[in-house]
C-alpha cells in the first residue's frame, strides 16, 4: 500500500506541467506549440526567455526531488525510489495535457538528488560538462542518465539504483527522436531555435 501510495504522489507532482505554466502566465501562449513541442526548460528556452527556462529548471527538478523526499518521510525509504520514478512518468505522461509532457530530464535529475545527493549532482555535473563541449542538451541528457546507474552503484544503495536504471530507460524512450538527429548529424544546439 505505501508503495501504491508513493506512486500516487510521484505522479501528481510529477504531472505538474511548469513550463507550460509558466509561459503562459507570462503571456507567450502555448509551449506545445514552438520547437519540440515539449513543456520542459530546453523548449521553454526557445521562446528566448531565460529566465522562464530557468524557472522551469528549477520547478521540474523541484518536483522530482519533492516526491522523493516526501514519500521517503511519509512512507518509508523504500517508497521514495518509487515515487521518484513515478514523478518521472508524471512528467512524461502529463494525464492534463493528453498523457504528453516532457523528456523527464530535470525531473529525473531533481528525484536522483533527493533519493542521493551525491549520485544526482554528479550527474548534474556530467550533463553541464557534455553540455559545455557539446552544447546539445539531449546529448548532455542521454550521456548523464547513462552514467547514473555507475554513480549510484558506487555512492548509493541498490535501490537508489534500480531508480537510476528506470529513469534512465525512460529517458531514453523518450529521446528516441532526438537520438536519431543525433545520428543523422541535425540535433539542434543549446539555445538554436527550430
Known amino acids: 500500500m505505501s508503495l501504491a501510495l508513493a506512486a500516487l504522489l510521484g505522479l501528481a507532482l510529477g504531472s505538474i506541467p511548469f513550463g507550460l505554466l509558466l509561459t503562459r502566465a507570462a503571456g507567450l501562449g502555448d509551449v506545445r506549440r514552438i520547437g519540440s513541442g515539449n513543456i520542459g526548460a530546453t523548449n521553454v528556452l526557445r521562446t528566448g526567455r531565460k529566465d522562464l527556462a530557468a524557472a522551469t529548471l528549477l520547478l521540474d527538478g523541484g518536483k522530482g526531488a519533492a516526491a522523493v523526499l516526501l514519500a521517503g518521510a511519509w512512507l ?10 513515478a514523478a518521472v512518468v508524471g ?3 502529463t494525464p ?4 504528453a509532457g516532457g523528456k523527464g530530464v530535470a525531473t529525473g535529475l531533481g528525484a536522483l538528488i533527493g533519493a542521493a545527493w551525491p549520485v544526482g549532482l554528479a550527474a548534474c555535473a ?4 557534455v553540455a ?3 552544447r546539445i542538451s539531449s546529448l ?9 546507474p555507475l554513480y549510484a552503484a558506487a555512492l548509493a544503495d541498490r535501490w537508489t539504483a534500480a531508480a537510476a536504471v528506470a529513469i534512465a530507460a525512460l529517458v531514453y524512450v523518450r529521446h528516441a ?4 538527429r543525433l545520428r543523422a548529424g541535425t540535433e539542434p544546439r543549446i539555445g538554436e531555435r527550430r
Open 76 to 85: 518509508g525509504p523504500l517508497a521514495a525510489p518509487v515515487a521518484g520514478v
Open 132 to 134: 559545455a563541449v557539446a
Open 177 to 180: 527522436g532526438n537520438i536519431r
Open 126 to 129: 556530467t550533463w553541464l560538462a
Open 96 to 99: 492534463w495535457l493528453g498523457f
Open 140 to 148: 548532455a541528457a542521454l550521456v548523464s542518465f547513462a552514467a547514473a
Open 91 to 93: 512528467h512524461m505522461f
